[in-house]
């Protein structure tokens, strides 16, 4: 297998500090490097639609919700873990952009349902087809099975952080 910027990292710290186990900067430090290139890939496609990563977040949580596409801001907290300011920032943006609309929520007098605009729904398809073919592009180096075991390691991680 070829060498990537990591195992030069690696070797320096052996070379430098041969006292320290360094073989957590292995994992530690190939996953910040394929955050920030996920990351950039992401927000090439949301910003070819016009969005950033939070207002496509909003707008997916709200699809996969199911129809009709409406959630309370509480529940789009929950799901987005975000402070409230942040997600009126967000909703007020994709209403400006007419995406999503506020309406009184029939179950709670004082409630608020945001909910997607027909024009909302049409784009946020069209940006997660490919933000998901983009996926498979990113992952295209890996098999099937690989990804699939790399999926099963990365989940266990995060069930022992999110505790």
Do not use: C
């Not at 320096?12 to 890939?41: C, F």
């Not at 007098?109 to 069209?126: D, P, Y």
């Amino acid at each position: 297998m070829k060498t990537d910027h990591v195992d030069l990292i690696l070797e320096q710290w052996r070379l430098e500090r041969p006292d320290l186990d360094s073989s957590p900067m292995a994992v530690t430090g190939r996953l910040a490097k394929l955050n920030h290139i996920v990351s950039q890939a992401q927000s090439q496609v949301f910003s070819e639609f016009g969005l950033n990563m939070g207002e496509f977040d909003v707008l997916a949580t709200l699809l996969r919700s199911g129809s009709p596409y409406s959630l309370t801001p509480n529940q789009l907290l929950q799901t987005l873990m975000l402070s409230s300011g942040a997600m009126t920032n967000r909703v007020d943006r994709l209403e400006a952009k007419a995406l999503v609309y506020r309406q009184g929520d029939p179950n709670d007098r004082r409630g608020v349902l945001v909910t997607l605009t027909e024009a909302g729904e049409k784009l946020i398809n069209q940006v997660i087809a490919k933000h998901v073919d983009r996926g498979h592009g990113l992952l295209k180096p890996l098999t099937s099975q690989e990804q699939s075991v790399l999926a099963d390691l990365l989940k266990k991680m995060l069930i022992e952080y999110e505790r």
